[in-house]
T-cell receptor, first 116, second 116 residues
């Protein structure tokens, strides 16, 4: 089964508007971490935000916030006040802590296009 | 600034030759680094886990004799694509974890390999 599911291959948002990128995950671990990365056309992976499974508060980093709903196993990324430079691929990822493997499992990504 | 540096950012090589890609953690020690491969318009797939001072752990389906990994120091891991073929053309990217509890996962800039 897919560990990370991103159901939106592409999204469009008007500049200065907010947008939500969906991510659901599947794990039997009690301890895990959820990440969001931005990948521009250059290919680099830019870390955006992290949410630990035991964190009670939703993570926020500037214009990025993570809407963590543990019971629903979802970790949606919210980008507020979109900017043209936000146009990129966005990947949701998970690390399962209990298994001891510290690698990340990635979703298929969402391509975000910000419209002027 | 970058905390994980990957070199080269792109390389073109002839079929049958070998290519070495370096991944360095710049301001922290990484006992474990990860090598991912990304085909065009696809997600990142873990190839192997590089362990300092011991053998790398390869994912199922990844040929260890073709993708040689060496983690000779706490700040450097190398991936050598041996006897490269055109089907090895891809984007290769490394990552390392930093921070207490490994909450931060940083990526190198990636290497775009083209085998002609």
């Amino acid at each position: 089964a897919q560990k990370i599911t991103q159901t939106q291959p592409g999204m469009f948002v008007q500049e200065k508007e907010a947008v939500t990128l969906d991510c659901t995950y599947d794990t039997s671990d009690q301890s895990y971490g959820l990440f969001w990365y931005k990948q521009p056309s250059s290919g680099e992976m830019i870390f955006l935000i992290y949410q630990g499974s035991y964190d009670e508060q939703n993570a926020t980093e500037g214009r990025y916030s993570l809407n963590f709903q543990k019971a629903r196993k979802s970790a949606n990324l919210v980008i507020s006040a979109s900017q043209l430079g936000d146009s990129a691929m966005y990947f949701c990822a998970m690390r399962e802590r209990q298994t001891g493997a510290n690698n990340l499992f990635f979703g298929t990504g969402t391509r975000l296009t910000v419209i002027p | 600034g970058a905390v994980v540096s990957q070199h080269p950012s792109w390389v073109i090589c002839k079929s049958g030759t070998s290519v070495k890609i370096e991944c360095r953690s710049l301001d922290f020690q990484a006992t474990t680094m990860f090598w991912y491969r990304q085909f065009p318009k696809q997600s990142l797939m873990l190839m192997a886990t590089s362990n300092e001072g011991s053998k790398a752990t390869y994912e199922q389906g990844v040929e260890k004799d073709k993708f040689l990994i060496n983690h000779a120091s706490l700040t450097l891991s190398t991936l050598t694509v041996t006897s490269a073929h055109p089907e090895d053309s891809s984007f290769y990217i490394c990552s390392a974890n930093r921070g207490q509890g490994n909450t931060e996962a940083f990526f190198g800039q990636g290497t775009r390999l083209t085998v002609v």
